[in-house]
C-alpha cells in the first residue's frame, strides 16, 4: 500500500487504508492549509509518509471496518445539539446515585460482634434499621464470592455480617470470627480526622492565631515591596482583604479569641524561628522519580495503591478544597488519607484567599502526615477557574505571594507548585512566576504544557517546559502526553526537567512505571491486565468497605477508571508501534475474548467487567461517566 500511493504522489486519486481512513496521495499545492499545528502536521505526514500520525493503526487482522453500529455520535441537527447542551447543564448533579435504604439494613450494633460475646442492644429508640438477627439472615441476598479479602489479609473483617464476602468469616449464630495469626500491625492508612478537631473545625474553635499572624506578616512584607498597594484592609480576626481587583474572595468572619498581643519586653524563645528556617524543612530527592498526578475522582487510594505496585515513585492524594477542610467536612477530609506502602506521598490543596490557605496550612502542619505539600494552580474547571482558584490563581499576583510566603513559612514540610504554562494559548505565563515562586519558598515546581484554554485539545509544548526549567534552581517536573518510555526519555532529555509527572498515561496503562523503569514496552495479556483490575477491587473493598455500600463505591470508582484505561491498544497488535496518547483509536478485536472485552467503549461492557468481582448490579443500576465523551450505551 505504501509503495502504491509513492507512485501515485502526484495524483489525485485517493487511497483507502487498512483502518478506513481514506487519505489523499495529491502533491503538496492541493494540502489544506490549516491553522491548528497537529492537522497541519497530520496533512504533511500523510503526504510524506503514507499515513496519518493522528489515527492509531491495527494490523490487518485485528482491524474492523466502520459500520453504522459503530458511530458513537450520529449527525444532529444544529436545534438537537442545542437542546443536547441545554439538556446537559448541570450535568454532575444530575448523575444517578445508588441509595441504599436504612430499612435495608442490619443495625451497627449487631454487625461486628464477637464470638462468646453477648448480643448488645441498639441504645437509639427511633433506629430505622433491622434488629431482628435471625430474620436478617434467613432473607440475607447470597454472598458475592466464597472469600473476604479483608479477612484472609489481616485476619478481621470490620463490616462483619454487613460483609457480602462473609461466608468465611461469619459462624452460624452471627458472630464475626477473628484469626489472630492473620492481625496486621501498625496503622494502615493514616490522615484520618479526629472528632474532637472535626467539632472544633465545625464550631470554629480551632486556634488558627499562629496563621493569621503570619499571614498579616506576608502582607505587611508585601505591601512594603510593593508601597503603591497600601490599600490593605485587616480585620478583627486577622484576615485580610483587598480593595483591587486581584484581591482574594472576602472571607466570613469567623469566632476567634483575642486579638494577638504586643511581643513582651525582654528574652523570648526563637523557637519558632530556627523552626521556619528554609534550611531545615525537610530535605527531599526528587530526581529522577515517576510521579503519579494527582487525579480528582479516578486518583483515589485505591488506584494510587496499584500504581505503587507497579513502580509509581511519587503518589500525591486528589485535590481538596481549602474551605471545606477547614469546615472539617469528612468527606474532603477522606481525600488526605494515605496508606502506609505511600513512602513518598504529599497532599494537593486548592484555594484564593490567603487567609483561608493560611490555615490549611497550619492545620496540615499539626494533623496531616505527608511529605510535601502541593498547590494546585492548574485546575481549568470553570467552577474553580471563576472563583480564583487553580489556574486562576495564576493571574493574581498579590494573592499568590501571600499564599506561598505563608504557606512555606508555615510548614516544615516542602511547599510544591503545579501551574499550566498560562490562561491564555497566545499567552503564556509561567516562565515569569517560576523564579517568583522560587524566591518566595517553593521547594518544587511542575509544570503541563498546555494552557487553561488548551485543555487536551493539542500536544503538550516540551520545549516550553525546558525554557521553564532554566528559570529557577528548583527541581521542576514536566507534565503532558507521555504514553510509553520512549516518550518520557525524548521529553526528558529535551526539556531536562528532574523528572516526569503521569497523568492521563497512568490511567490508561498502570504499568507505565514498570515500562519506565526496565526501559521496554510490556506486551501485557489480558488476563494481565484484568488481574490488575482485581487488585483494584480488593483493594477498593479495604478502602470502602466490603458491604453494600462499600462494594457500590468501588464499582462507581472502577468504572471511572474503566472509562480511561478501554484506551489501550495492545502493543502486539499496533502496526506502527509504541501508541501515542493523541492517536485516536480505531475499532478493532483483540487477540481473544477478554481482550476485546477490556478494550471496549461500551459503558455497558465496563459493568460486566465489575461484575466479575464486585457481583451482579441491581436492576435499577446506571451509570454515566464524568468523562462522557469517552463512552457510549
Known amino acids: 500500500l505504501l509503495q502504491e500511493m509513492e507512485n501515485n504522489d502526484n495524483s489525485e486519486v485517493s487511497t483507502e487504508t487498512s483502518n478506513g481512513t481514506s487519505e489523499a496521495a495529491n502533491g503538496a499545492e492541493n494540502v489544506p492549509k490549516v491553522d491548528n499545528w497537529a492537522r497541519e502536521q497530520n496533512a504533511k505526514d500523510t503526504k510524506e509518509k503514507g499515513r496519518s500520525f493522528l489515527e492509531c493503526y491495527v494490523q490487518d487482522e485485528y482491524f474492523v471496518p466502520k459500520s453504522s453500529e459503530h458511530l458513537v455520535r450520529p449527525p444532529q441537527d444544529r436545534v438537537d445539539i442545542k437542546e443536547e447542551k441545554k439538556d446537559k447543564q448541570g450535568q454532575k448533579t444530575k448523575r444517578p446515585v445508588m441509595k441504599i435504604k436504612f430499612s435495608d439494613r442490619l443495625c451497627n450494633n449487631l454487625v461486628d460482634v464477637a464470638p462468646g460475646a453477648p448480643m448488645p442492644e441498639c441504645k437509639f429508640p427511633n433506629c430505622k434499621m433491622q434488629h431482628d438477627l435471625p430474620a436478617y ?65 465545625r464550631k470554629k474553635h480551632y486556634d488558627f492565631k499562629w496563621a493569621d499572624g503570619v499571614c498579616q506578616e506576608a502582607w505587611d512584607i508585601i505591601n512594603k515591596d510593593d508601597p503603591s498597594k497600601q490599600d490593605l484592609k485587616v480585620e478583627s480576626n486577622g484576615a485580610a482583604s483587598l480593595d483591587n481587583q486581584t484581591s482574594e474572595p472576602p472571607e466570613k468572619k469567623m469566632k476567634t479569641e483575642e486579638p494577638i498581643k504586643s511581643k513582651p519586653i525582654g528574652p523570648v524563645s526563637d523557637e519558632d524561628l530556627v523552626k521556619l528556617r528554609k534550611v531545615e524543612k525537610k530535605k527531599l530527592d526528587w530526581t529522577n522519580k515517576t510521579y503519579l498526578a494527582p487525579l480528582t475522582t479516578v486518583g483515589n487510594l485505591p488506584f494510587r495503591r496499584v500504581c505503587k505496585v507497579l513502580g509509581a515513585d511519587i503518589t500525591c492524594g486528589e485535590m481538596a478544597l481549602a474551605l471545606p477542610i477547614l469546615q472539617g467536612h469528612g468527606p474532603e477530609w477522606a481525600l488526605l488519607k494515605k496508606h502506609h506502602s505511600e513512602d513518598f506521598f504529599g497532599v494537593q490543596i486548592c484555594g484564593c484567599s490567603p487567609p483561608q490557605m493560611a490555615r490549611v496550612a497550619q492545620l496540615l502542619e499539626e494533623r496531616i502526615e505527608c511529605d510535601f505539600i502541593d498547590i494546585n494552580m492548574g485546575c481549568p474547571i470553570d467552577l474553580i477557574y471563576k472563583k480564583g482558584m487553580g489556574s486562576g490563581l495564576m493571574a493574581r499576583k498579590r494573592p499568590m505571594e501571600n499564599i506561598v510566603r505563608t504557606m512555606s513559612n508555615l510548614m516544615s514540610k516542602p511547599l510544591t507548585l503545579k501551574m499550566r504554562t498560562g490562561i491564555y494559548s497566545d499567552k503564556s505565563i509561567a516562565h515569569d512566576i517560576f523564579p517568583l515562586v522560587e524566591e518566595w519558598g517553593a521547594s518544587a515546581l511542575t509544570i503541563h504544557g498546555r494552557s487553561r484554554e488548551q485543555r487536551y485539545t493539542r500536544l503538550a509544548d516540551w520545549e516550553y517546559i525546558g525554557k521553564c526549567v532554566e528559570t529557577v534552581n528548583v527541581p521542576v517536573f514536566g507534565n503532558g502526553d507521555i504514553m510509553n518510555f520512549e516518550d518520557y526519555n525524548l521529553q526528558k532529555e529535551k526539556s531536562n526537567v528532574n523528572g516526569i509527572m503521569l497523568a492521563r498515561g497512568a490511567l490508561i496503562k498502570p504499568w507505565l512505571f514498570k515500562e519506565i523503569k526496565e526501559q521496554k514496552h510490556w506486551d501485557i495479556s489480558g488476563q494481565e491486565r484484568l488481574d490488575i483490575v482485581k487488585d483494584f477491587c480488593n483493594y477498593g473493598l479495604e478502602h470502602w468497605g466490603s458491604d453494600d455500600k462499600g462494594v457500590e463505591n468501588t464499582r462507581k470508582f472502577l ?37 476485546t472485552l477490556l478494550s471496549s467503549p461500551n459503558s455497558d461492557d465496563w459493568v460486566k467487567i465489575s461484575e466479575m468481582f464486585l457481583g451482579k448490579v441491581r436492576d435499577d443500576f446506571q451509570f454515566m461517566a464524568k468523562h462522557k465523551a469517552n463512552s457510549y450505551s
Open 559 to 595: 468504572l471511572e477508571w474503566l472509562s480511561f484505561a478501554h484506551r489501550y491498544v495492545p502493543h502486539g497488535i499496533l502496526l506502527y508501534p509504541p501508541q501515542k496518547i493523541n492517536e485516536r483509536l480505531p475499532i478493532y478485536k483483540g487477540r481473544n475474548e477478554l481482550e
Open 137 to 201: 439472615l434467613a432473607n440475607k441476598p447470597e454472598d458475592l464470592g466464597p472469600d473476604c479479602y479483608i479477612f484472609s489479609t489481616q485476619g478481621y473483617c470490620p463490616r462483619g455480617l454487613a460483609c457480602r464476602y462473609n461466608s468465611n468469616h461469619v459462624d452460624k449464630d452471627g458472630r464475626n470470627i477473628r484469626d489472630s495469626s492473620k492481625f496486621v500491625t501498625g496503622e494502615q492508612v493514616t490522615n484520618q480526622l479526629d472528632k474532637d478537631v472535626q467539632v472544633k473545625l
